[in-house]
């Protein structure tokens, strides 16, 4: 609010003073030293180059006309920062307006009648979400709620990809510890997944259906079991999903190979290697991923999203929002040709890439779970840990950096802990 002021001062001010043809790039931010002020803005020292000028007596200049406005405690300082101390009566004026407008302070209006998908953790089917996967939550969940602030009506997304050759590994991995449990041996799958935690799957469906299930009614008591698992850590991050669509679903309902013969009609796959690959103007063709049926003739993992994102781009929405981790960064140029062969605007469709996530106590980096084998599960760590520290914790850094989550600190109860301040502020 009081930012957002004094940027349109500055604005202002350049634009009568120093009317130029392009846009000043500059900008008003908390200087890194508390003492030099609330804010700092290098305007006048970008002003000053563009121009030729002294920065120095453009600051000057600046900081008269912020006096003018109400902020009379502005200093400038070499080689051209201005720095603007807020004064105590304009800070108890901002709380007093948060505090009458409440829930609709900070609202816009300029998603007013439009509509927004954003899609978010979308997590593997074949285990429980790992702590990496789970910074997609409060990140995707921030982007609906700003949104909504904004006037969007938002539709929150999770893609449930449970087909696929990393099913059947599934299966056949519960299959093993399942005859186990019945006391028939058997030999570890080629490819299984390794862990405790399907073993722990296999107990649960050995319990609750009993002795004889097949591997099909197995593989979708499994499929089940950790869907409303990971649900269940969703909901704990304050998270409920209003539409999941299912791979199988798509299968089923032929509309994975439905899109893929649309777009044989429309020129975009090309035959190589046995395959069908998804390849307008040759585009993607060293890209493995790209293929859309296999030499098999089965449709691969990439087909179905093609048919699930022809039903976000054709569904009349005005934003589709992805949020994915940043392993996926070679899908994103497929799905941005999506948009050009669905009519849809490319400008329209965000897709934000997040970064990998450590799990350390203290100085230590935490070892990986025995139950999934390979990783930090997100229960574990929100069972330690408050789910607003966890939420906190995942949303102070920018998604674009990896990121190191101290479950020590995040469980510290004093001013260490940054989630402390903010509860203290809220209580």
Do not use: C
């Not at 051209?80 to 505090?99: C, E, M, Q, S, Y």
């Not at 938002?154 to 893609?159: A, C, G, I, Q």
């Not at 859309?292 to 994102?309: E, L």
């Amino acid at each position: 609010m009081i930012r957002s002021e004094i940027l349109r001062i500055i604005a202002e001010f350049i634009h009568e003073k120093f009317p130029t043809d392009k846009p000043l790039d500059f900008s008003v931010a908390p200087p890194e030293n508390p003492e030099h002020g609330d804010y700092a803005s290098n305007a006048a020292l970008i002003l000053g180059k563009r121009l030729r000028k002294n920065p120095i007596e453009i600051g000057v200049q600046l900081s008269d006309t912020l006096s003018v406005s109400g902020f009379s405690d502005t200093t400038v300082a070499t080689p051209g920062f201005v720095n603007i101390h807020v004064p105590a009566h304009r800070l108890h004026d901002g709380l007093k307006t948060i505090l009458s407008e409440k829930e609709k302070f900070a609202s816009l209006d300029f998603g007013k009648g439009k509509k927004a998908r954003v899609e978010y953790i979308s997590a593997n089917p074949t285990g429980p979400i790992h702590i990496g996967n789970a910074r997609g939550g409060p990140i995707g969940e921030v982007i609906a709620r700003v949104l909504e602030k904004s006037g969007y009506k938002v539709l929150r997304e999770y893609y449930h990809n449970d087909a696929g050759t990393q099913v059947e590994k599934m299966g056949a991995t519960l299959r093993y510890w399942y005859h186990k449990q019945l006391g028939e041996e058997g030999e570890f799958p080629e490819g299984g997944y390794q862990g405790e935690y399907l073993r722990e799957v296999a107990d649960a469906a050995l319990r609750i259906e009993g002795r004889s299930l097949d591997l099909t009614r197995l593989t979708a008591f499994g499929l089940d079991y950790i869907y409303n698992e990971n649900m269940e850590v969703a909901r704990r991050l304050g998270i409920a999903f209003d539409h999941v669509v299912k791979e199988s679903a798509l299968l089923a309902s032929g509309q994975t190979l439905e899109a893929v013969e649309e777009l044989k009609r429309e020129g975009m796959v090309k035959e190589r290697e046995g395959a069908q690959w998804f390849a307008p103007a040759d585009e993607f063709l060293e890209d493995r991923e790209s293929v859309v049926v296999r030499s098999t003739g089965q449709p691969t993992y990439f087909a179905s999203d093609i048919a699930y994102h022809k039903q976000k781009f054709t569904s009349g929405y005005d934003l589709v929002v992805n949020v994915f981790g940043s392993n996926h960064h070679g899908h994103v140029p497929k799905l941005r040709a999506l948009t050009q062969i669905y009519g849809f605007d490319a400008a329209r469709f965000r897709v934000l890439l997040y970064q990998y996530v450590r799990v350390k106590r203290g100085a230590e980096v935490a070892k990986m779970s025995k139950r999934a084998g390979t990783y930090v599960t997100a229960k574990e760590v929100l069972d330690e840990v408050e789910s607003d520290s966890f939420n906190f914790f995942l949303l102070m850094q920018a998604p674009s950096t990896h990121m190191d989550f101290d479950v020590e600190l995040a469980r510290e109860q004093s001013q260490k802990n940054p989630v402390y301040y903010a509860q203290y502020a809220h209580a």
